[in-house]
């Protein structure tokens, strides 16, 4: 059984920072490409940030020089550190599982708010 689990969502105001975690299990976790999409209601799900298991990182530009992608092999785990946010960031963040394009899990989400 796959499992993707994110954590670390919550509320916080303009300017502020959040740390998301995604736990992944039931793959062989250092084969895959880890990613971060958000989603808004009445918006296409969008992809945030990728690392893959080299270590190769890619962002929107939207968050370049705001978010960080990082990967913890041994704890089958991905982070994403999300400073200078804006109300923009605003969404569902979902974990992304990708190996090549053959297969591909998704975690079920954890809410992001940038309020004040």
């Known amino acids: 059984q796959v499992q993707l689990v994110e954590s670390g969502g919550g509320l916080v105001q303009p300017g502020g920072s959040l740390r998301l975690s995604c736990a992944a299990s039931?793959?062989?976790?250092?084969?895959?490409?880890m990613g971060w999409y958000r989603q808004t209601p009445g918006k296409q799900r969008e992809l945030v940030t990728t690392?893959?298991?080299?270590?190769?990182?890619d962002y929107a530009d939207s968050v370049k020089g705001r978010f960080t992608i990082s990967r913890t092999n041994a704890e089958n785990r991905v982070w994403l550190q999300m400073n200078s946010l804006k109300p923009e960031d605003t969404g569902v963040y979902y974990c992304?599982?990708?190996?090549?394009?053959?297969?591909?899990?998704w975690g079920e989400g954890t809410q992001v708010t940038v309020s004040s």
């Open positions: 690392i893959t298991n080299g270590g190769t990182t």
């Open positions: 992304n599982a990708a190996l090549g394009r053959s297969r591909s899990y």
């Open positions: 039931g793959i062989n976790f250092r084969l895959y490409t």
